[in-house]
């Protein structure tokens, strides 16, 4: 695993909002972390290139360039960069976030949003909220109350036999032990995993663990990796049954994935 370099929250993130809302750009380096940190404001982060990872307290997020994640104020969060990346972030006045979802999530960005997002990208700190700049931001915003939202988001347990399960497969992705299997590494029945992951995450374990793949899938193709080495890391049979599984839960190839991920 490579050795990840800290570096801290932007000027901004310190500062007082002089607006409604906030426009902050930054480039961050391949195997970055920002430093984890909250602010009073909501938060929309989005990647035009490269791909992020955002963690909560709850939840960790994967943020290829057309999805971005929505942070609620006051939540502790860490990004990391899987690649380098090119970042705009939105921070939101808490008086506008009545529109805005009501939990952290994962949501999508289309062509129209994306154009928006990197016109924004020239507005400046000290913009006139009833300008033309501050039209632009308005309209970015209600666009963001209309974005679906994904499901990537994967919700972290916190009971000690998930966590070392979960240790586990983080070092080896390709371990599919059955929770039979696992319960007796753990020392839980897998009837009992079962209840606590279904208890703790919302999610089966089954399900849980796909969503795992397709965070590491997409963080993979974001290097640059073959379908047929990322399958043999994931530790399925044949490149095919990944193939299946990633298109079934993103509804496209992993291959159109990669070479389409900067133009959806």
């Not at 109350?145 to 036999?161: C, G, I, S, W």
């Not at 849980?208 to 590491?216: T, Y």
């Not at 993979?220 to 890391?233: A, M, N, P, Y």
Request: glycine share 4%.
């Amino acid at each position: 695993m490579p050795k990840l370099i800290k570096i801290a929250p932007s000027k901004e993130s310190n500062s007082v909002l002089s607006n409604p809302i906030t426009v902050v750009r930054r480039a961050i380096a391949m195997n970055s972390v920002v430093s984890k940190h909250s602010h009073s404001w909501g938060q929309f982060v989005y990647a035009h290139s490269g791909v992020l990872a955002v963690s909560t307290p709850s939840n960790k997020y994967i943020v290829p360039p057309e999805q971005g994640v929505w942070l609620l104020p006051n939540v502790d969060h860490e990004v990391t960069a899987i690649s380098n990346v090119q970042l705009t972030s939105f921070y939101f006045d808490v008086e506008l976030l009545n529109v805005l979802p009501l939990k952290c999530c994962v949501l999508t960005v289309n062509a129209f949003l994306k154009a928006l997002i990197t016109e924004a990208n020239n507005i400046e700190i000290d913009y006139l909220w009833h300008s033309t700049d501050g039209r632009l931001l308005r309209l970015i915003l209600d666009r963001l109350t209309q974005a679906p939202n994904e499901v990537f988001q994967l919700p972290y347990p916190k009971e000690h036999r998930l966590l070392a399960l979960l240790a586990e497969i983080q070092i080896a992705p390709e371990n599919n032990n059955s929770l039979d299997e696992w319960g007796k590494i753990v020392g839980a029945s897998a009837r009992t995993l079962s209840r606590l992951f279904k208890k703790e995450t919302g999610l089966s374990y089954s399900e849980w663990r796909q969503r795992l793949n397709i965070q590491i899938a997409i963080t993979q193709l974001s290097l640059g990796k073959s379908i047929t080495s990322i399958s043999l890391h994931l530790g399925y049979e044949s490149p095919s049954s990944f193939i299946h599984m990633f298109k079934s839960k993103t509804g496209m190839t992993p291959t159109f994935y990669r070479e389409n991920r900067n133009s959806l």
